[in-house]
């Protein structure tokens, strides 16, 4: 479980910009295998809040705890997908996805038997000498997958990680993000400014309101699992994206009136 | 699991082909009028490098002018040729360029590990780098030659002048290509490695000084090249050891022919080392090519 109590984060003012109040105390409870879609507008510190439960920044004020323990510091129970991929260009496919057991110092005939394993679940079996500049973005997040759920995390958190794709390449990643989730038992906290994704993925979604961010509504998404590719002609799933369309909308008008 | 697959093969090889196509461009715009891959297209079926060719040209027009104008100060290339494999053959040269390397190879050698140790020091931390900066980009601008008064009065008459010489024109490159290597890194890889929690130590071997590694190459190339230059000229100066004493006792005898012999030979030298660290930079960053296979 993972729990988030009054964090606040405010980036320091420089270059006369004034300080930023990223996360104004926001209070989330996440439970075990739950997957959880966090939606907001741009800029509205999403990323900010999964670098919280990352442990990769310091918190201003409030405490992240994973099942009781606080967090200060990433750990092995996490592991993150990055909404720029963020792979290493010198490294192929292999030494990419193998590079956190790497880290863990796991052997390396062991890391590149796990690396092969999960480069083949992710579809890019044959791929494993290439570099990711001869990759497609859709191929580039699939080796950013592989790479996070190669250490086996209890805890994946994913940043808008088909923000970078184009829209085909997008649906079949969350198909086969889907197919993966399904068995795998894992708590997931999903970044997204998407609200079909949001909907396509999440057992519940979380919206966060613009600056200073806090937890604004949640709402639990009764829809079957596992999703059928047709789930968006669901007619719940229309009425709840009609909704959220509501509620965002509310949360942008006002901040634009805000704003003026 | 993945239908797609089939669909993202052709995509890869495209990007490939781009990349293929990009590289070309870049080397046809290189050489100006030329063909694919550096030939002349005036003979596109004999695919004779163009370099090549303006090298011949100009040893041509060397040595016709050679013959012709009959200037003391310039001989045929003929004549310098034969010189060389005479020096080389009689063994009158291999002493000195056996000391020559000597010298080289101790002052590039600690230019390359205390460059290399105070770059990533530099491009890791904000302080020291806005402390030296102003220091190294002094010294990289000034001419390492204006210190030998100065190493005399530390060294005495040694061969350390010369190492220090070639040190100091080989040092600097080397440090601030290496920092800007380390700060190029892409902040986004720190931060995942950060995520999987590196030490700073993993850090530091498996991502900055990989990452660092095309610009760090770089100038170990340049500075491989800096510090030829700068062991003729101290040879020059402090004539006691290597081709530079030997170029300045021909010089003094305006024996032309045997300065244009040892000219080659430290070309030959020069292009020699910068080669090896060619192949040493290929090798290593071959990710960074915009040609891979």
Known sequence: MIELRGVRKVYPSHDGHPPVIALGGVDLTIQTQEIVCLLGPSGCGKTTLLKAIMGLVSLDAGEVRIDGQLVSAPGADRAMVFQNFALLPWADVMTNVAFGLD?????????ELKARE??????????????PRQ????????VGLARALAVNPTILLMDEPFGAVDAQTRRLLQEDLLALLEHSRKTVFFVTHSMEEALLLG????LMTQRPSRIRDETVVRLPRPRPPDVEKDPRFIELK????????????STAGHDG | MMDDNANMAPQAE?????????????AKAALGQSGEDGTLSAFPHLRIPASW????AGVIAWELAGWWAGLGFLPPFSRVLWTAAGLIASGQIVTPLLASLLSLLAGYGAAVTLGLALGVLMGRYRTVEFVLTPYLEAFLAAPKIALVPVMYAVFGLSRLIQVAVIFLSGFFVVVLNTMRGIQTVEPACVEMAHAFGATERQLFWKVLLPGALPLTMAGLRLAIGHAVRGMVTAEMLVALFGLGALLRSYGARFDAEKVFAILLVVIGVALVCSFMVQVAERRMTRWADTTLE
């Open chain 1, 135 to 142: 990759l497609s973005g859709g191929m580039q997040q699939r």
């Open chain 1, 118 to 131: 999960w480069i083949r679940a992710v579809g890019l079996e044959g791929f494993e000498r290439h570099y």
């Open chain 1, 242 to 253: 009609e909704y959220l369309w509501q509620q965002l909308r509310a949360m942008q008008i």
């Open chain 2, 14 to 26: 495209q990007t490939q082909g781009r990349s293929d196509a990009e590289g070309e461009g870049r």
């Open chain 2, 53 to 56: 060719l303006s090298l011949t």
């Open chain 1, 203 to 206: 057992g519940r979604l979380v």
């Open chain 1, 103 to 111: 880290l863990r110092g796991v052997s390396r005939a062991e890391r």
